[in-house]
């Protein structure tokens, strides 16, 4: 099956740090990799679709230069969460599509910025 | 309907009760219906991924109907056990991405 693994599961960081969060499909290669993320008793939302080689991109309403996505391989996607703030403590996950099959999701991880 | 709704937000039931969830979608450019269980700490597992209207699906005692006209999806759960404890979530595709619901959060008591 497909298996995406995805790290920290949980982190707290100080306000101003920034924070990577890894995306890795560890038996496909996935040229697309989506991250949402989630608030409490709300939805998961669709924050940007990375794609493999080149830019991000971006749902609207969502800041580029705040959240930093890196796809440079068919296995692995980062997000990094820049000069983070309370505001941005919530629970991000990722997904990556394998050619024929559904989504396959991480686990997700649980930021709190202090 | 132009988000994906879900109800009930909760839902608690002794172990042996059948139950069922509702997914609303909108209707027009739809592509597929995902269903998704999710315990916590976990990753989101797939059951379902229904595209024709009256599809229905089974996977042993959970299945799932599809009306694409009218925009909803049904998700049953025969004889109700602990390890059904989670939350199911549902997503509307168009050709790549997701929209999710709030999901319905399932509790059996044993």
């Given at each position: 099956?497909?298996?995406?693994?995805?790290?920290?599961?949980?982190?707290?960081?100080?306000?101003?740090?920034?924070?990577?969060?890894?995306?890795?499909?560890?038996?496909?290669?996935?040229?697309?990799?989506?991250?949402?993320?989630?608030?409490?008793?709300?939805?998961?939302?669709?924050?940007?679709?990375?794609?493999?080689g080149s830019?991000?991109?971006?749902?609207?309403?969502?800041?580029?230069?705040?959240?930093?996505?890196?796809?440079a391989s068919?296995?692995?996607?980062?997000?990094?969460?820049?000069?983070?703030?309370?505001?941005?403590?919530?629970?991000?996950?990722?997904?990556?599509?394998?050619?024929?099959?559904?989504?396959?999701?991480?686990?997700?991880?649980?930021?709190?910025?202090? | 309907?132009?988000?994906?709704?879900?109800?009930?937000?909760?839902?608690?039931?002794?172990?042996?009760?059948?139950?069922?969830?509702?997914?609303?979608?909108?209707s027009s450019?739809?592509?597929?219906?995902?269903?998704?269980?999710?315990?916590?700490?976990?990753?989101?597992?797939?059951?379902?991924?229904?595209?024709?209207?009256?599809?229905?699906?089974?996977?042993?005692?959970?299945?799932?109907?599809?009306?694409?006209?009218?925009?909803?999806?049904?998700?049953?759960?025969?004889?109700?056990?602990?390890?059904?404890?989670?939350?199911?979530?549902?997503?509307?595709?168009?050709?790549?991405?997701?929209?999710?619901?709030?999901?319905?959060?399932?509790?059996?008591?044993?």
């Open positions: 099956g497909a298996v995406v693994s995805q790290h920290p599961s949980r982190v707290i960081c100080k306000s101003g740090t920034s924070v990577k969060i890894e995306c890795r499909s560890l038996d496909f290669q996935a040229t697309t990799m989506f991250w949402y993320r989630q608030f409490p008793k709300k939805s998961l939302m669709l924050m940007a679709t990375s794609n493999e830019k991000a991109t971006y749902e609207q309403g969502v800041e580029k230069d705040k959240f930093l996505i890196n796809h068919l296995t692995l996607s980062t997000l990094t969460v820049t000069s983070a703030h309370p505001e941005d403590s919530s629970f991000y996950i990722c997904s990556a599509q394998k050619q024929g099959s559904g989504y396959t999701f991480g686990s997700g991880t649980r930021l709190t910025v202090v | 309907i132009l988000n994906v709704e879900q109800s009930p937000q909760s839902l608690h039931v002794q172990e042996g009760d059948s139950t069922n969830f509702t997914c609303s979608f909108p450019n739809f592509y597929a219906l995902h269903w998704y269980r999710w315990e916590t700490a976990k990753s989101p597992e797939a059951l379902f991924v229904m595209t024709l209207n009256g599809d229905e699906k089974k996977k042993g005692r959970i299945s799932a109907t599809l009306n694409t006209k009218e925009g909803y999806s049904y998700l049953y759960i025969k004889g109700s056990q602990p390890e059904d404890s989670a939350t199911y979530l549902c997503a509307s595709s168009g050709y790549s991405t997701l929209t999710f619901g709030k999901g319905t959060m399932l509790l059996v008591s044993p």
